[in-house]
């Protein structure tokens, strides 16, 4: 299954520059980890980073104007770093699979004229064995090059620092210009007619850039939790539906489907599911008149059983966490935001295990992103699972991986939880 590698924003809310794992100009780091967590007081960054995949993923969706709208963001002035003036950018460096080549992709989004945000640029790689990268997307301002199929061009070799923006916008003027494309095989001049949507929305749609699709379904695939307990306690229309929603309120729909199309495998999922929330005895469903399914948990202290409308908000979290897990198809990546809240904390480190063996399958697992700020999860995890945010004295966000202090390293070898070290301030900069 697909994975990132790692990820780069700049002048996005309080991230000003900040990077995880592996990046093209920055080759030689490791990738990111099948789970990683980022952990942080509060305050420091944690909710604009995972908004900051949730902006990318609404920008393929519906352009760059209406995601810097979208999800309460108040639009693109409020987005950008505070004091800043280049463009809010974002890059992205992944595998389509295990022994695929890494591909980068790097989009700058800017305001015009009239203060409405438009794409910039965009720029996509492919890694090859030689370290140069052959670039097959070169797009300024809606206008550049694309190279078909599994071409490109190493228009690199003679650019110093690999400055991305300023070789495409070189290269890209001049074809653009001249129109000349004898040079470059399997090229094609494009033009796109809305700068503010994402040349990957439309370019990936075309079966000519296999490389540019498979990016585009990857990206389509996110899944962003924003789920809400509330919402999974109403009760939707029947229809089974095969996954689960970014708010959790077709939470029936998918037990519907679940135990229509994986009946089997849905009361072994019930059963394993019961014995990781304490106080429940097995969970069933019941179906209605009207062919909807009503979840039904029975704790071990009662005779009757309880609905779904009637449990806690942390039953219904866990249940819909490990429901997404089971998944038979699931998200190629999974980003879910302080996961801790409303759960007993001797349920975290459960779910912490949980989510790590989901991300390990490398055929059929989700990658995992989380950002937390419980001990008790983070006492689950590994050092070079774990990303601290903190604040620099300019107020934008840094960060740094535990795994590069070598004292965190060796206190979690001799058997000390890496959540107890951050509560005691180990984790802090030093």
């Known amino acids: 299954m697909a994975k990132i590698e790692g990820f780069r924003v700049k002048n996005f809310k309080s991230l000003k520059d900040v990077a995880l794992g592996r990046l093209l100009t920055q080759h030689k780091n490791e990738p990111l980890t099948p789970m990683t967590a980022v952990i942080g007081k509060n305050g420091v960054g944690k909710s604009a980073l995972f908004d900051a995949f949730g902006f990318l993923a609404d920008a393929l969706k519906s352009g760059v104007e209406e995601a810097c709208d979208a999800r309460g963001r108040g639009g693109f002035e409020r987005l950008r770093a505070q004091g800043q003036t280049d463009p809010i950018e974002f890059e992205v460096h992944y595998k389509a699979s295990v022994n695929a080549r890494p591909i980068n992709y790097e989009v700058k989004i800017e305001a015009d004229e009239s203060g409405r945000p438009h794409v910039l640029s965009e720029v996509m790689d492919e890694e090859q064995e030689n370290e140069v990268p052959r670039c097959f997307l070169l797009l300024t301002k809606g206008r550049g090059v694309v190279w078909k199929g599994s071409q490109g061009s190493q228009v690199y070799e003679t650019a110093e620092g690999f400055n991305l923006l300023e070789v495409s916008k070189s290269l890209a003027r001049s074809i653009i210009k001249e129109k000349k494309l004898e040079e470059f095989k399997d090229a094609e001049f494009i033009e796109l007619e809305d700068r503010r949507k994402l040349g990957i929305a439309t370019l990936g749609a075309l079966k000519q850039h296999p490389r540019i699709a498979a990016f585009r379904q990857f990206v389509e695939g996110w899944y962003l939790s924003y789920f809400t307990p509330n919402a999974a306690r109403g009760l939707p229309l029947a229809g089974p539906q095969r996954h689960l929603n970014v708010h959790g309120d077709n939470l029936s729909n998918v037990v519907q489907f679940m135990e229509r199309e994986h009946s089997e495998r849905f009361q072994f999922m019930l059963k394993e599911i019961a014995k990781k929330i304490p106080g429940i005895d097995r969970i069933e469903t019941e179906r209605t008149a009207d062919d909807r399914l009503l979840l039904k948990f029975n704790d071990k202290g009662f005779q009757d059983p309880f ?36 759960l007993y904390h001797r349920l975290l480190e459960t779910l912490a295990h949980e989510f790590r063996e989901h991300a390990s399958h490398q055929e059929d697992g989700s990658q995992v992103f989380i950002t937390t700020h419980q001990p008790y999860f983070v006492n689950a995890l590994d050092p070079k699972e774990v990303w601290i945010l903190d604040k620099g004295e300019d107020g934008f966000s840094t960060i740094r991986q535990a795994s590069d202090d070598p004292v965190v390293n060796n206190m979690v070898a001799e058997g000390l939880p890496l959540g107890g070290l951050w509560y005691s301030d180990y984790l802090d900069a030093r």
Do not use: R, W
């Not at 897990?325 to 879910?336: E, K």
């Open 307 to 342: 609905y779904a409308q009637q449990m806690s908000d942390g039953t219904l979290k866990v249940f819909a966490y490990l429901l997404l897990l089971n998944d038979p198809t699931p998200p190629p990546f999974l980003c879910i935001e302080e996961p801790e809240n409303g």
